[in-house]
């Protein structure tokens, strides 16, 4: 194994009353640990899901964009629409959070149609939605206790047992 090895330790003058009386020429050996392992397995993990999210998102962005409607369309997709330009209510639930950033969007992109402009929200929206489905379903299907074999899966409820025991009748 390669030991990696620090600068010396300068000696301590003997006339220094804060210094140690001892010096210690020996150089500083820096030995990997297995907490830095599991940092360079983690960031490394995390990279590649990053880059696999954001080529999921710029996919679909490209998709969506490519496809966008130019112009008004037809029935509760016009209403969806026209509806944040004048922060009006959809229907009974309102959409609140849709209609306030919708209405967002319209105000800081200055160029094109309104109805351009809420079908490109809709595309961001949509694409943006991509990367957060691919990662939720990659934590859901991945088990935590696959870096653990030695350990049981846990019990989905906390007052069972782990493992089935027989139950006298």
């Not at 030695?150 to 139950?167: A, D, E, F, M």
Request: with cysteine.
């Amino acid at each position: 194994m390669a030991q990696i090895t620090g600068h010396k330790p300068q000696p301590t003058k003997k006339n220094n009353p804060s210094s140690s009386s001892t010096a210690h020429p020996t150089p500083q050996v820096l030995r990997p640990t297995s907490y830095a392992l599991r940092i360079t397995h983690y960031l490394t993990s995390l990279n590649l899901n990053t880059l696999i999210s954001l080529l999921i998102f710029a996919a679909a962005l490209y998709t969506y964009t490519y496809t966008l409607a130019p112009t008004v369309i037809e029935g509760d997709a016009a209403l969806y629409q026209f509806t944040p330009y004048v922060l009006g209510v959809t229907y009974p639930t309102g959409f609140p959070l849709y209609i306030l950033l919708g209405k967002l969007w319209v105000t800081l992109i200055p160029f094109g149609e309104i109805a351009w402009r809420m079908n490109l929200f809709s595309a961001v929206c949509s694409a943006l939605a991509l990367p957060l489905i691919y990662n939720a379903t990659r934590r859901l299907l991945t088990p935590s206790y696959h870096s653990r074999p030695h350990q049981k899966p846990p019990s989905p409820n906390p007052q069972l047992p782990n493992s089935p025991t027989p139950t006298p009748i």
